[in-house]
């Protein structure tokens, strides 16, 4: 074979894609021709080092390749095995709405996380913006105005006291998350618990409630003393369950009730005066002769920053025996105690608010001395 064949053929021949035959007359050619040995080992120095063994048979690299398909159906079948086993958990939790995600629980902790970031820098009109205000307890602010107003001090100054310039770390309690949202009365609301963290120690936590609308019902619990005045803690609480006005005492105790023999306690939580417990369950006594306790309410406890005191609301409805009507007492009481035991004080500028069914003018006396210790 001429060299200027072989000159041709060198680069198939580099590339192990002629045949056997002309690799054979290559390799005897370039053994006796100095000029074609040279111009090969030029050839083999630019390219990778020619693999002298018998080229792949065929079935081998059809064999490598079902290898290489089956290990990528594999590889497909795992991942959408996964991908079906989140999406029937998260299915689940959509279910069963408890401690438990969701695609519901896990947006809504994506939202509630940003909410808190933008909290931690000092963003309180994105808080504002993004938050329903829980009302419930006593009357002490009127109008929309005012409730807004103090829930934007008590965030700014949280803020300042305890997030401004600090390096907090943010993190969703993924154990707490879920539903049961038992707090504000509605169970199938997704709750997000963020955790507020300095270093290492936990200082406080956020509770979210989405409610419909896109908006949350937020909450400050589970504070570290050494970091956060309880008094701040409670009152941080409280500014975002700020009060209202109620119209209706007799729904507002009909629709919060609590098993009526909290009503039998009374005679347990008023006073540690013997003289006035004395006078207290008497009352109830006298009370208890012609009526019956069918509801018994108690709000959360609100704070009352300009007189530095905790009040609750309480209230009762009670039926008369004789004729089945019914009376519904609600009033203001100030909280002295509480801690295995609770303790309340009554109020003057709290007068009781009194509804009846045209109970008799006797049961209604009894009805209004409930609470006159005197």
């Known amino acids: 074979m001429k060299c200027e064949i072989i000159k041709d053929l060198l680069p198939a021949y580099c590339d192990c894609v002629c045949s056997l035959e002309t690799a054979a007359e290559i390799e005897q050619h370039t053994a006796n021709c100095e000029n074609c040995k040279k111009l090969l080992e030029d050839y083999r120095s630019d390219i990778e080092p020619l693999n002298k063994a018998e080229p792949e048979k065929p079935f081998r690299r059809i064999k490598r390749g079902i290898f290489r398909n089956k290990s990528i159906i594999a590889a497909l079948i795992l991942i959408l095995v996964i991908v079906l086993s989140v999406v029937g958990y998260l299915t689940y939790g959509q279910i069963v709405r408890t401690y438990h995600p969701s695609f519901e629980t896990i947006i809504s ?67 707490h998350s879920g539903y049961e949202c038992y707090w504000f009365d509605n169970e199938n609301d997704p709750m997000t618990v963020i955790q507020i963290y300095d270093g290492e120690i936990g200082i406080f936590s956020l509770y979210f409630y989405e409610r419909s609308g896109g908006k949350f019902v937020l909450r400050c ?27 209706d005492w ?55 920053a300009e007189n530095s005191r905790y009040l609750i609301d309480m209230g009762f409805i009670f039926r008369e025996k004789s004729s089945g009507k019914r009376v519904a007492y609600y009033r203001t009481l100030k909280l002295t105690a509480a801690f295995t035991y609770y303790k309340f004080e009554i109020l003057p500028e709290f007068e009781p608010v009194i509804f009846d069914d045209g109970i008799s003018a006797e049961n209604r006396e009894r009805v209004e001395n409930l609470f006159i210790l005197k």
């Open 109 to 175: 902790s994506q939202k509630a996380k940003k909410i808190t970031q933008k909290f931690c820098e000092g963003d309180i009109d994105y808080v504002m913006d993004n938050i329903q205000i829980y009302q419930t307890g006593v009357a002490l602010y009127t109008t929309d105005d005012e409730i807004e107003e103090y829930c934007r001090s008590v965030l700014a100054d949280f803020y300042e006291k305890y997030l401004k310039g600090k390096d907090r770390q943010i993190k969703i309690d993924d154990l």
């Open 221 to 247: 619990a589970g504070y570290c003393t050494d970091y956060i005045d309880k008094s701040d803690q409670e009152t941080f609480n409280l500014a975002l369950n700020p009060i209202e006005p109620r119209a």
């Open 250 to 304: 007799e729904t507002a105790i009909l629709n919060n009730s609590r098993d009526p023999e909290h009503f039998g306690l009374i005679t347990e939580w008023f006073t540690d005066n013997p003289e006035e417990e004395r006078i207290l369950s008497e009352n109830t006594a006298a009370l208890m002769e012609t009526m019956e306790c069918e509801k018994a309410y108690y709000s959360d406890f609100t704070f009352d």
